[in-house]
């Protein structure tokens, strides 16, 4: 059973850091690209961060650009978005998702349910 399950959110100040971790079972995560996304009340899902399988080459929104990082660590099968310098307007569920081949750009796949990040001193 493919299975996305995401943890590491919480309440943290403005300018502080999070890891968020993307753990995957019932399948081989580094064979497919994993995004993270994120959607905040009354707005639409937006696409953060994404990492291929076939040359590792990654992908930022510009508005995270330069504060967040995203990782594989293949021999336990998860992937990572480090959030560094984070602001209010950074809160929202985060969630993962597997696309359907090793290319961000292909469609996605499996969902995790979400871990919620809030940004408030």
């Known amino acids: 059973q493919v299975q996305l399950v995401e943890s590491g959110g919480g309440l943290v100040q403005p300018g502080g850091s999070l890891r968020l971790s993307c753990a995957a079972s019932?399948?081989?995560?580094?064979?497919?690209?994993i995004g993270w996304f994120r959607q905040a009340p009354g707005k639409e899902r937006e696409g953060v961060s994404c990492i291929s399988s076939s040359d590792g080459r990654t992908y930022y929104a510009d508005s995270v650009k330069g504060r967040f990082t995203i990782s594989r660590d293949n021999a336990r099968n998860t992937v990572y978005l480090q959030m560094n310098s984070l602001k209010p307007e950074d809160t929202a569920a985060y969630y993962c998702a597997s696309k359907r081949n090793s290319s961000c750009f292909s469609v996605d796949d499996y969902w995790g349910q979400g871990t919620q990040v809030t940004v408030s001193s």
């Open positions: 019932g399948f081989r995560s580094d064979n497919y690209a």
